[in-house]
């Protein structure tokens, strides 16, 4: 009997190894929804997790808006999501920066009902600011210097604001930041420093929405021999929360009047400077006044 | 060439959203954005293709009380500045 069972696992190893490897499961949640990140590989999880880590749950919650894949294939890696096309990549980094990206499009596609805009969100005193600007332009610094002074964290790459209630919701992709040694850098040298995680306490992520108070548009030069704000008209506010919005080019008609409505309520100004601490603490300084004031 | 006698319609596909005294223009054809602050909202309005921009010059001189020197080159500019971005056409 022995005998016959081992003849019939090698006339088909498939028998043998008929158990699919394990497939371990983690879980990234925005609003009520979350999205399944699954692989074969725990290490490989780690790598992907440690972009999300501040909206990772312990169990899925709501609905399940995609389960993503990502494992090692022959040397590279793939990327998909269940019944879809593979995307075959070479190198790891490669892999969980696309993963990534179609995690945040999920998110982003799922809520058409509210703006994404590229910004770093924080809150100070339970009111919300965000900061708008495009790629290098200091966002995550800037962020980073606002939680020094206590400031909540909500996001450094992505404000969703719901423009009904004019909160914007705490979207927190892990922080990092670019350590540059300081000077001038073209965007495209800029772009191939890596950037370095910023620790978080988790106790320092907001959770809910937070009614957003001011908008600041980012325009970094080292030149300038001080920090200036220059408030905005609400035409120009909608017209550079367009610029920077992620939403989709097909819902821009709607999307215009939304922007409109949050603009008219919030104000704006573009923020000149040339270092992230003094501009935080000339902003920090500026909302104490404001909320001492009668 | 936008000359005085020139009549600058606005295109029928732009969408308008007015804010306090500002309007923002849409066009979802050629997805171009633009802010327009109330006197350049003002004659946006007038470019109907009713009008030519010497009527549009005259119009806005009156409403807002000043001479017609001094408001044509503002017009003029407003009305280039809009043709160039293919929010008129005339």
């Known amino acids: ?44 999880l780690w790598y992907v997790a440690r972009n999300v880590e501040p909206m990772l749950t312990l169990e899925p919650t709501g609905t399940n808006l995609g389960t993503f894949y990502i494992n090692q294939l022959n040397g590279g890696f793939t990327v998909h999501e269940r019944d879809s096309s593979e995307h075959r990549l070479r190198d790891l980094q490669s892999a969980v920066r696309s993963l990534h990206h179609l995690l945040i499009k999920r998110f982003i596609d799922s809520r058409p009902d509210l703006l994404w805009i590229h910004a770093g969100a924080v809150a100070f005193a339970g009111e919300a600011l965000i900061l708008v600007a495009p790629t290098g332009q200091g966002k995550s610094t800037l962020v980073g210097e606002f939680l020094e002074w206590g400031c909540s964290y909500l996001s450094d790459e992505i404000a969703p604001i719901d423009p009904v209630s004019g909160a914007v919701l705490p979207f927190p992709v892990s922080p990092w930041k670019r350590i540059t040694m ?45 920090t200036s704000i220059e408030s905005c008209t609400p035409g120009t506010t909608v017209l550079e929360m367009a610029r920077n919005s992620f939403n989709s080019d097909e819902t821009r008609v709607p999307e215009l009047a939304r922007l409109c409505t949050v603009a008219n309520r919030v104000s704006a100004a573009y923020l000149h400077y040339a270092f992230a601490a003094a501009a935080a603490c000339e902003i920090i300084r500026t909302l104490i006044s404001r909320s001492e004031s009668p | 060439m936008i000359t005085g006698q020139s009549i600058p319609s606005r295109l029928r596909s732009v969408l308008d959203y007015k804010l306090l005294d500002e309007l923002v223009i849409y066009d979802p054809v050629s997805a171009k954005v633009a802010a327009l602050n109330s006197s350049a909202g003002a004659i946006w309005e007038l470019c109907d293709g009713s009008r030519s921009v010497d009527a549009i010059c005259k119009e806005v001189a009156e409403h807002f009380g000043v001479s017609l020197e001094e408001v044509s080159m503002h017009v003029r500019v407003a009305v280039e500045r809009l043709y160039e971005l293919g929010l008129l056409c005339v």
Request: aromatic share 6%.
């Open chain 1, 182 to 226: 300081g000077g001038h850098l073209p965007l495209e040298r800029l772009q191939k420093i890596p950037k370095v995680p910023m620790r978080v306490a988790p106790t320092a992520v907001g959770t809910g929405p937070i009614p957003l108070r001011q908008i600041y548009f980012l325009c970094h030069n080292l030149r300038l021999p001080t």
């Open chain 1, 1 to 44: 009997m022995r005998i016959a069972r081992q003849r019939l696992a090698s006339k088909d190893p498939g028998l043998i190894g008929a158990a699919a490897p394990p497939i371990y499961p983690i879980y990234a949640a925005f609003a009520n929804d979350h999205v399944s990140i699954c692989s074969e590989s725990r290490s490989l």
